[in-house]
């Protein structure tokens, strides 16, 4: 790493780095609570792992700026291991999680991260962003008229006072004003002591309490997997949004390995495995974090909320970190891809809704973005299959048949290739088939060709295949495929 990378991502504007990543703790306070509660854990299981995870990562992660700690993803693959068999399972799970993720990234598979649509990120996004506001409303729906006009103050600051001065993020005033009107005014609405038990120490070191043996490695095994899997998904799929809002490359191999190590880490001091937050990582961005120490900073002040100005935090509205969430929630959609989906190609704009819909139907971001790739994928191979064409070329000697052969010859367009071809109209005439403007990928399209030329022997035809480039041609001989009635 080069001594400019080292100050970019460490010294550059460190007030501002600061700053941001206070907003992103904030941010994070009544998302990893519920996100606990939902994993069946008491919150300083998730509230351990978040300090833990965001110190850990801002060292080892491959994307600066981004904002990892416990996550609503893991905590419902978790959720059954937990009801099942208890927290140190689940502590024992989110360590081999962290081996898994490690590995990974040492043997370089982030680079399937390319084969992830920008349709697919799109419907990633926006799904992200409806979840986080639905995540909000058991905190407002139901609740009294002096919530609602907390969490609109809130807004009201979050959205005016950048007009008026950007010196310090709109979220953190707001913070700091609605907690102490509520406090002044003793005003009856939830706080963020009625959430649950705040952790009332440090975090410490802790080998999980299962015993070392096959049955535990048997039990702890499919949720340690599922865990990494769904960590890296949204870590991975988080970093690359990121890029594209910093227009600045991140390592995803780098990145798969620093949320393993962190992982880890949390499980040994007594914290559920994380991954990466888009909602406070957009949070971060737009207040200004580029570098690690908003990471860092992110992870070091909510230790220092929690254990130390524990007395103040408690007293914090939740209605006004709803204010935040919602905030976060808007700048996270993209908005811009509504009016895209009359714009774009139907296909792309089907992915994209595909993968909100999945992913909010379920609350399942893994399963939403495989619908979408699966997607983008069959879509893309038939697309790429009607581009094949196979033409007739006209020709005065009657005895002469001559086809010229374009486009990608594969699974999905060996059929159109095959039925291209008049093999009645060819009988006992000589048959040309020029494929220098075709390639053939895999064993269905060389065993295509292969029926192309029975077809028109069977009518007493002479064929002869020619241009075939030397990818083609290298298929077909290590096949085996008939050369017989083909020259090249």
């Known amino acids: 790493m080069s001594l400019s990378s080292l100050s970019r991502d460490w010294s550059a504007r460190p007030t501002r780095e600061m700053l941001a990543g206070a907003v992103a703790t904030f941010a994070l306070i009544p998302e990893v609570i519920a996100f606990s509660f939902a994993a069946g854990v008491d919150p300083q299981v998730g509230l351990y792992a978040s300090f833990v995870i965001g110190i850990v990562i801002a060292f080892t992660g491959g994307r600066p700026a981004m904002i990892s700690a416990a996550a609503g993803s893991v905590a419902l ?12 399972y689940l502590l024992a799970a989110g360590l081999l999680a962290g081996l898994i993720q490690i ?44 919530t609602y006009a907390v969490l609109a103050a809130g807004l009201a600051v979050i959205y005016i006072v950048p007009r008026v001065t950007t010196a310090v993020p709109s979220p953190l005033i707001c913070i700091v004003v609605l907690t102490a009107a509520s406090m002044m005014l003793h005003l009856p609405v939830k706080t963020v002591a009625d959430l649950g038990q705040l952790p009332g120490s440090l975090p410490t070191f802790a080998w999980p309490s299962v015993p070392l043996t096959f049955e535990t490695l048997g039990i702890i095994a499919g949720p340690a997997i599922a865990i990494a899997m769904v960590g890296l998904l949204e870590s991975l799929m988080t970093a690359t949004v990121v890029d594209d809002l910093t227009n600045s490359p991140s390592s995803k191999n780098r990145e798969a390995t620093g949320l393993g190590i962190a992982n880890a880490a949390a499980s ?18 737009k207040y200004g974090g580029r570098g690690r120490l908003s990471t860092l900073f992110a992870g070091a002040f909510l230790l220092i909320l929690m254990v130390l100005l524990k007395p103040w935090v408690s007293q914090v509205p939740v209605a006004a970190l709803v204010a935040i969430m919602v905030m976060v929630s808007i700048d996270t959609f993209d908005w811009s891809s509504v009016r895209a989906v009359v714009v774009h190609p139907k296909m792309s704009s089907a992915v994209m809704l595909a ?8 609350d399942n971001l893994a ?11 069959v879509f893309f191979t038939f697309k790429v299959a009607k581009l ?34 008049d093999v009645v109209e060819a009988q006992g005439k000589f048959v040309s088939i020029d494929v220098s403007k075709a390639h053939f990928w895999d064993i269905t399209a060389v065993a295509a ?5 029975a077809r028109f022997k069977a009518q007493g035809a002479s ?19 008939p050369a017989t009635g083909t020259a090249g």
């Open 103 to 146: 590995v990974f990234g040492l043997l370089r598979l982030g680079v399937l991260m390319r084969f992830v649509s920008k349709s697919v990120r799109t419907g990633f996004v926006n799904a992200l962003a409806i979840l986080i506001f639905s995540a909000q409303l058991p905190q407002i729906l139901g609740a009294g008229w002096m």
């Open 77 to 88: 693959v978790a959720a059954p291991l937990v009801h099942s068999h208890g927290l140190p």
């Open 268 to 285: 040994l001091f007594g914290g559920i495995a994380g991954c990466g937050m888009i909602g406070q990582t957009v949070s971060n961005i």
């Open 367 to 377: 399963l939403g973005v495989a619908v979408g790739v699966l997607l983008s994928g």
């Open 355 to 362: 993968t909100v819909a999945v992913t909010v139907a379920t």
């Open 388 to 421: 094949l064409n196979v033409a007739l070329e006209p020709s005065s000697d009657d005895t002469r048949l001559s086809y010229r052969v374009s486009g990608q010859v594969f699974f999905a367009s060996a059929d159109i290739f095959v039925d291209a071809f």
């Open 463 to 481: 064929v002869e295949v020619h241009g075939m480039n030397e990818a083609s041609a290298t298929l077909v001989e290590r096949l085996d495929r």
């Open 449 to 453: 060709l292969e029926r192309v030329v």
